[in-house]
């Protein structure tokens, strides 16, 4: 059994005890504790004996019940926090974040993992940004008093113990697990790579009670994602399909072509403008979407514009402008809809995006070839 510090001797000596945490920390293979909980058995049972500071009176919460993230808390005495987190151990890392805004760029992390070679290792980063060379290592504002700072495992969880020298740390706590296709941090840079799944609380450190953090801008990227789905995803194919299949129903089709196309050009517009105002709001790195939708609009565009500047339907030139106005058409819709599935993969909206439009998309398909099989036989 480890010896008690007494409480004035670490505070009379803690500006020596401050260091960065990025010393390689010794890994405790711990057996029979297979199991953790925040229910009536909420002590960490034998790992008290292995973890560096006091464990009695760790106030439980489960934070991240769908990854099984469960942190344990206290306020070690004046301007000292003490932090363990649990979690399913994999081949990937676990982290922490204290964020000032409930995101997790900005926010300062502590990450922790097991090496290949059976290790414990716990590195503190400052995430400014969505990149892995954003994410950088032994920065940010934590002061983490490195001799009481361990990681400890057993068979089937990880254990990331902590101190904070701190008044108060922040309130918005991010989480996050790493990917376990992608190996962990390792010398000589120790580059975070992206994580698989995150989430972000807000936690009441007096009553230990916490609280979900929505996605910084949610209602934002929806409404892009929508917007841009209904008007260059769903309606301007819609608004296609009637110019090529219904021109047998003269003047109707023109003017229900051009009521669908045109609220799918004010959608899918507002759409992009929507994006571009998230991304100058979150700063994220997506070029190749962008650039995709970019491109989109300006084939909107030249649509609008060869619409006003069509000739009659008589003149010799129409036959190269009907020509001209359904290739632009085409490509545009085909931007389109690789672009939506690849904003959904961005977003990381899950399957039932990617579920629901593809439901959507084979239908406008389906209908399609049965209006061109239709129309072949006619002819």
């Not at 009637?242 to 609220?263: C, D, E």
């Not at 995709?292 to 000739?311: D, K, M, N, S, W």
Request: hydrophobic share 45%.
């Amino acid at each position: 059994m480890m010896k008690k510090i007494p409480m004035m001797k670490l505070l009379i000596n803690l500006p020596f005890l401050l260091i960065l945490a990025s010393n390689h920390l010794s890994l405790h293979m711990i057996h029979g504790q297979t199991q953790d909980s925040c229910g009536s058995n909420s002590s960490l049972g034998s790992l008290s004996t292995q973890i560096l500071f006091e464990t009695s009176s760790l106030n439980c919460l489960a934070v991240w019940s769908s990854e099984n993230f469960i942190l344990r808390y206290s306020q070690a005495g004046p301007s000292l926090w003490s932090f363990v987190l649990s979690a399913p151990i994999s081949n990937s890392y676990i982290g922490m974040g204290f964020s000032p805004n409930g995101a997790m760029v900005g926010s300062s992390a502590v990450v922790g993992w097991v090496g290949s070679d059976g290790s414990g290792n716990m590195k503190k980063y400052f995430l400014g940004g969505q990149t892995p060379s954003q994410v950088l290592v032994d920065q940010g504002d934590l002061q983490i008093l490195g001799n009481t700072s361990t990681i400890l495992s057993d068979t089937s969880r990880i254990y990331m113990a902590f101190q904070l020298a701190i008044d108060e740390p922040r309130r918005q706590l991010v989480y996050s697990v790493g990917d376990n296709s992608n190996p962990p941090p390792s010398t000589p840079s120790f580059r975070l790579t992206r994580h698989r799944n995150h989430a972000a609380i807000r936690l009441n450190y007096a009553s230990g009670e916490g609280s979900r953090i929505k996605a910084p801008y949610s209602n934002l990227k929806r409404a892009h994602g929508t917007l841009n789905m209904m008007g260059w995803g769903i309606l301007i194919p819609i608004g296609a399909m009637v110019a090529r299949y219904l021109k047998h129903m003269n003047p109707l089709w023109f003017y229900v072509h051009t009521g669908i196309q045109s609220l799918g050009f004010i959608l899918g517009l507002s759409g992009v403008i929507a994006g571009l105002v998230l991304d100058n709001r979150i700063d994220a790195n997506v070029n190749k979407h962008k650039g995709l939708g970019i491109t989109i609009l300006a084939f909107g565009c030249l649509q609008v514009l060869a619409f006003l500047a069509r000739p009659a339907v008589e003149a010799k030139t129409r036959t190269y402008w009907n020509w001209y106005h359904s290739s632009v058409g085409r490509l545009m819709i085909f931007f389109a809809i690789v672009n939506i599935f690849y904003g959904i993969h961005l977003a990381k909206a899950g399957s039932s995006w990617n579920a629901g439009y593809g439901v959507i998309l084979g239908i406008l398909v389906t209908s399609g070839l049965i209006l061109e099989i239709n129309m072949l036989r006619k002819k």
